[in-house]
């Protein structure tokens, strides 16, 4: 048995052949690509699903929403009530008859695509892998996927900027799937983890963000739903299975990349599922890094309380470590001290948003004492530079302009001698925003402009580039050049509400209001309407609230 995929166009036509008399003409076209791209062009599935609508009278798009659910999609798939009797089995039998016939290696290689999405994975994930991941060889890879794909098990993709790989079958990644035994599931599961961590090799010690860490993820965004994937059939195995810490360490990396790239929600469903397995690792380090990181990505979205709590913990956690290690005559190692610094850092942040300034000078000063003691290894001076620049937003919200201008230049000058733009351009945008709440409007115009560069040059139409120009804004407005403040803040809106960047309400409300007041000074009869738009976006407060700058300026923790 040896069926070929159909290109899409083909697929299209053979559904519309087979349902041509229906009552109405037939399937609308657009009707028919979606459910040709749900089954992957698979020709036995458009027979399968082409015999069921006719012989049912489903509407195609009654019948795509149920399809979509899986206890629907498995009595379709098991259907066989209009198949011809010249054709002797369900689609779900051709499943399981197609499984039975593959050989050893290309089963393992299917075992491996159900943990994955079956949207596109991938080829390079086996391709050049570690020694011993068995497929590291191209051509053992290629006799393997010849079976898969000589059944229409999978479908191959590639050209037209496409990533080469296969679209698997949901069907076929289920019933894969109920095939597993405890043994071949543990196989399956600890080999793709030592191809991903091959593709993605843990994050270097103190690197900054994006550099080069987001250049070894060329393709991370298409990876992550591949975890997720993973983290989906962990949950479902009926049985038990060991999930080791290159795993969760790869679990860690991906919800870091999502924080760095501006997705913090989805990057908080990663880091979750690193938290759940974490006991495993008896509070190693890994686990109290995962632990903290969950903490930041709770401070990001605003629930303070609940990340204070975390970061107190792990305070605790890795000031018990140093204790133990000072008891059995130990020293410290630069990890540590770091950890532990980076744990005072990040608590100190928390306190600061939250106005406890005498608590969170404290805890940056504890951080900065413990990076100044390694300021000569690389790397670390990025972390120091990052010191200074929370010391001068913590003296800034004080109204202490001199002493945070002083450590603002420290970060400065540190971040000239680092390859890091991020880091440069996050220490000229809280510059820039301190020098306009002390009213030197033309200084925080200049440092804003230089982020703004910064920004544009490593991030492009990114949420921060939007921050930036959003401030920026503000001192135009204040030097009353009002069409300048204008382009800002609606190319900073183009920005936030662009469909790849995450969606932010309340970033976007503020810009749409201070949008409102500009317009409003240039006599646009435009102005109320965004000004009720952003008033929408924030329903859960009062309208009468919502007069002031201030009070939307205020909604964002982090400017």
């Not at 030592?194 to 843990?202: A, N």
């Not at 979750?272 to 686990?287: C, H, I, R």
């Not at 402009?449 to 492009?460: D, F, I, N, P, V």
């Not at 810009?511 to 409003?520: A, E, F, P, R, T």
């Amino acid at each position: 048995m040896s069926i070929e995929s159909f290109t899409h166009a083909e697929g299209v036509g053979m559904l519309q052949d087979i349902l041509q008399d229906q009552e109405g003409g037939g399937i609308p076209t657009n009707a028919a690509e979606r459910i040709v791209s749900i089954v992957g062009a698979l020709p036995l599935a458009i027979f399968q699903l082409g015999s069921y609508l006719k012989a049912t009278h489903s509407s195609p798009e009654e019948f795509i929403r149920r399809y979509q659910k899986p206890s629907k999609a498995a009595r379709v798939d098991s259907w066989d009530e209009a198949t011809p009797l010249t054709y002797q089995h369900t689609l779900a039998t051709v499943w399981k008859l197609a499984l039975e016939r593959l050989p050893p290696d290309s089963m393992l290689l299917l075992n491996i695509f159900s943990f994955l999405d079956s949207d596109t994975v991938p080829d390079v994930l086996f391709l050049g892998g570690p020694e011993g991941s068995h497929f590291n060889d191209f051509d053992l890879f290629q006799d393997a996927i010849r079976y898969i794909r000589r059944y229409s098990l999978v479908v191959h993709v590639s050209g037209n900027g496409v990533i080469q790989g296969h679209v698997v079958h949901r069907q076929v990644k289920r019933y894969a799937q109920s095939l597993l035994d405890q043994n071949t599931f543990q196989r399956a599961l600890d080999l793709l983890v030592r191809l991903l961590r091959h593709q993605f090799p843990r994050r270097p010690r103190f690197e900054e963000p994006f550099d080069p860490f987001a250049q070894e993820w060329q393709h991370a965004e298409s990876w992550i739903s591949h975890l997720m994937s993973i983290n989906d059939a962990l949950d479902a195995a009926p049985f038990e299975y060991n999930v080791s810490e290159e795993l969760l360490s790869i679990f860690l990396d991906g919800s870091v990349y999502l924080w760095e790239s501006g997705f913090p929600g989805q990057g908080r469903n990663l880091i979750a599922a690193a938290e759940k397995y974490s006991p495993v690792l008896d509070g190693n380090a890994l686990s109290r890094e995962i632990k903290n990181f969950s903490a930041c990505i709770l401070s990001d979205i605003g629930h303070f309380d609940e990340a204070e709590q975390l970061f107190q913990d792990c305070v605790s956690s890795e000031k018990k470590m140093m204790e133990q290690l000072r008891a059995v005559g130990a020293k410290a190692t630069i990890d540590d001290e770091i950890r532990l610094a980076n744990a005072y850092n990040n608590l100190a942040g928390i306190q600061c948003c939250q106005g406890r300034y005498e608590d969170a000078g404290l805890h940056n000063i504890l951080s900065l004492e413990l990076k100044q003691r390694w300021s000569e290894t690389p790397n670390v001076n990025s972390l120091i530079s990052l010191s200074y620049s929370n010391l001068g937003n913590l003296y800034g919200r004080q109204g202490r302009w001199d002493v945070s201008a002083e450590y603002f230049e420290k970060a400065l000058g540190l971040g000239q001698s680092q390859s890091s733009v991020l880091r440069r351009a996050l220490t000229a945008h809280n510059f820039g925003c301190m020098r306009l709440a002390q009213g030197e409007v033309e200084l925080a115009r200049q440092l804003l402009t230089k982020a703004y560069q910064l920004r544009s040059e490593k991030l492009g139409d990114h949420f921060e580039t939007a921050g930036t120009m959003h401030m920026l804004s503000l001192c135009h407005f204040e030097l009353g050049q009002l069409e300048n403040a204008k382009d800002l803040l609606r190319d900073a809106l183009r920005m936030l509400e662009a469909p790849r960047v995450p969606r932010d309400d309340i970033r976007i409300a503020r810009s749409k209001y201070k949008l409102s007041v500009v317009l409003n000074a240039l006599h646009d009869p435009h102005a109320q309407t965004l000004r009720e738009d952003a008033i929408d976006l924030c329903d859960t407060l009062s309208s009468t609230s919502l007069t002031d700058n201030d009070i939307f300026d205020d909604l964002v923790a982090y400017t």
